[in-house]
């Protein structure tokens, strides 16, 4: 099957909804590509894999690399990688010396990067220069210091209607899709209507024309989630009681048993 491409994506506005997870890791990539549209390669990596307590430290060669997995893992799913804090926001040169940077050592198909109106003249500068990307309103993390926290955003009146405004700037500068963060459904809504791109949502309904999760915390593999995210799966509990059971095996010598041992016909 051939890889499904940005186009493939931006075609499914207000059609079948886009499903998309974060991905890390090659293995992972794999077990998830055929149920995909999306792998994102997200800058959540920080919190998910680092131990990091935000993302703001994330650098471009940890995304590199990952991202590289991520496509080298999949075959099928449209890869996008994150740009990292402080690697697009100085300049739209700047920007494109990173993401065409993250392009050509990934293999990935776009990028996804925070911000708005503020975002607007980037976003124009690397797509009319071949790099599709992903733009990210709402609750942005990269931003956390300014917003104070990872609450949900919108709540008054002024905010609600800046996110709209930056929604409509990120699609006018060509942005080929949007994820939308911790918003209510009606601000959701309101931006899926007005948008012509298709609108991807973690914590913010069903209204848009698609769904994003961290894919750890869609398998119950973190400790804490936002009120968001939804379980899809127990792994914590799984790989305890995995490690619980091995280590009792290596107790009682009852691991390696004739089946794992060299020598030994089966
Ligand atoms: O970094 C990330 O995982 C993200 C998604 C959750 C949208 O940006
Ligand atoms: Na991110």
């Known amino acids: 099957m051939r890889r499904m491409t940005v186009?493939?994506?931006?075609k499914r506005k207000g059609g079948e909804p886009i499903?998309?997870?974060t991905a890390y890791t090659a293995r992972m990539a794999q077990l998830l590509d055929e149920h995909c549209d999306v792998l994102l390669v997200g800058d959540s990596l920080g919190q998910?894999?680092?131990g990091?307590?935000?993302t703001l430290p994330v650098t471009l060669?940890?995304?590199c690399a990952h991202?590289?997995?991520v496509v080298r893992g999949s075959y099928k799913s449209v890869v996008i990688v994150d740009m990292p804090f402080g690697s697009y926001e100085e300049s739209p040169e700047a920007a494109f010396r990173a993401a065409s940077r993250v392009m050509a050592e990934t293999g990935c198909a776009a990028v996804k990067l925070e911000g708005g109106v503020a975002m607007a003249d980037t976003i124009a500068f690397l797509t009319k220069r071949g790099i599709p990307v992903m733009a990210h309103v709402g609750l942005t993390p990269q931003a956390v210091n300014a917003l104070g926290g990872y609450g949900a955003r919108g709540k008054s009146q002024e905010e609600y209607a800046r996110i709209i405004e930056d929604a409509e700037a990120v699609a006018k500068?060509?942005?080929f899709s949007l994820v939308i963060e911790g918003v209510v459904e009606d601000l959701a809504r309101q931006i899926t209507d007005s948008v012509s791109i298709p609108t991807i949502g973690i914590g913010a309904s069903a209204a848009c024309d698609g769904q994003v999760l961290v894919v750890d915390d869609m398998l119950g593999m973190f400790e804490r989630t936002p009120r968001f995210v939804k379980r899809f799966g127990t792994l914590a509990e799984d790989?305890?009681?995995a490690a619980s059971a091995y280590a009792a095996a290596v107790k009682d010598r009852s691991f390696p048993e004739d089946a794992q041992l060299y020598g030994v016909k089966k």
């Open 7 to 10: 186009p493939s994506i931006q």
């Open 19 to 21: 499903v998309m997870l």
């Open 48 to 50: 998910v894999i680092y």
């Open 52 to 54: 990091l307590s935000s």
């Open 61 to 63: 060669d940890m995304m």
């Open 67 to 69: 991202g590289a997995a």
């Open 173 to 175: 500068a060509g942005a």
């Open 239 to 241: 790989i305890g009681k």
